[in-house]
């Protein structure tokens, strides 16, 4: 059975930082594109950030650009997302996901976890 399983969530005060884990289970992400999606209360889904299997590449989105930062290290199946300078407006739900392709995980992953809360007080 395939498994994303994020971590790391919390409360914190606003300027702080927090970082949020995913492990994956049940096969190999390698050959992966893995993101990070939050959802805030009363708004949609929307993509935070990703990178590559092939080289490592990274994207954000404009509004985390510059305070947080993904990785990955496939030896131990998991991608992070070291998230710094926090403010009021990054909290949300974070939630891992998973596909082959780039296109394919900003449209429809084919896996998603099942998602960690953020709360940051102002």
């Known amino acids: 059975q395939v498994q994303l399983v994020e971590s790391g969530g919390g409360l914190v005060q606003a300027g702080g930082s927090l970082r949020l884990s995913c492990a994956a289970s049940?096969?190999?992400?390698?050959?992966?594109?893995m993101g990070w999606f939050r959802q805030a209360p009363g708004k949609e889904r929307e993509f935070v950030a990703l990178?590559?299997?092939?080289?490592?590449?990274?994207y954000y989105a404009n509004s985390v650009k510059g305070r947080f930062t993904i990785s990955r290290d496939d030896a131990e199946n998991t991608v992070y997302l070291q998230m710094s300078s926090l403010k009021h407006e990054d909290t949300a739900v974070y939630y891992c996901?998973?596909?082959?392709?780039?296109?394919?995980?900003?449209?429809?992953?084919?896996?998603w976890g099942q998602g960690t809360q953020v709360t940051v007080s102002s």
């Open positions: 996901a998973a596909a082959p392709t780039i296109p394919a995980l900003t449209t429809a992953p084919n896996y």
């Open positions: 049940g096969r190999t992400f390698s050959r992966y594109a």
């Open positions: 990178i590559t299997w092939s080289d490592y590449s990274t």
